[in-house]
């Protein structure tokens, strides 16, 4: 029997809507835990961050709560589309249910992209409450929207493809938390989401540019207020290209089987 992920890549069927439907209705089926509970974390941040900080100004005219939101939102949706698809393939794989999804005609591209479009939606669904509660705290500008659909659609399919990649590559819970704690976290953490790089020594300035998701944040930034760290086209091309980058490396491991098949 020929293996479902051999197929060809533009080879589509109905198992790739079918796919889809099962991931997004994954998440969604708690989404007390998946939707809900990473808003209310991010609003803790506002708060803390918001007050303790209150009344410092970036780029010499916003407010920090301002300044904040768009980095909590983005990172919410970063985090959330990296645990979309991580935790779904993990799981799959200790239960042994992934067998079933194997078995399908799938290619590795439908397989890819199911995958990562739930992880896209969860991470926008996520990002999309995040804000509309923080709002309520200062209400961002919205000076280039566009800018910030294509940063929040780039930053959660390169954070859907690294979960992917790590799913694939885990074994167990505490290699997949591993990687989540030691990689994906910090480089969140320190992407600019609670400060302007240019508050910090040169040297650290100089640190933050090899962080890939300081791009995003800024880029993303960029959309509301028209201001940001770094050239938003600059930003743009490095996103895009890491982006081409992660998925061809998830898209090669699927091709491959890698962990998967046996």
Known sequence: MKHGLNRPALEYGSGF???????????????FQTIAAPVLTAVLYLMIFGHVLEGKEIYGRLSYTAFLIPGLVMMSVLQNAFANTSSSL????VTGNLVFVLLAPLSHFEFYAAYILAAVFRGIVVGLGVFLITAWFAFPALEYPLWILVFAFLGAAILGSLGLIAGIWADKYDQLA?????????ATMLSGVFYSIHSLPPAWQVVSHFNPFFYMIDGFRYGFFGVSDNSPWSSLAIVFSFFVVVSAIALRLLQKGYKLRY
């Open 17 to 31: 809507p079918t796919l889809l439907f099962k991931e997004v209705k994954r998440f969604y089926k708690v989404a």
């Open 178 to 186: 591993a990687f989540q704690n030691f990689i994906i976290m910090p």
């Open 90 to 93: 993990i799981q799959s794989k």
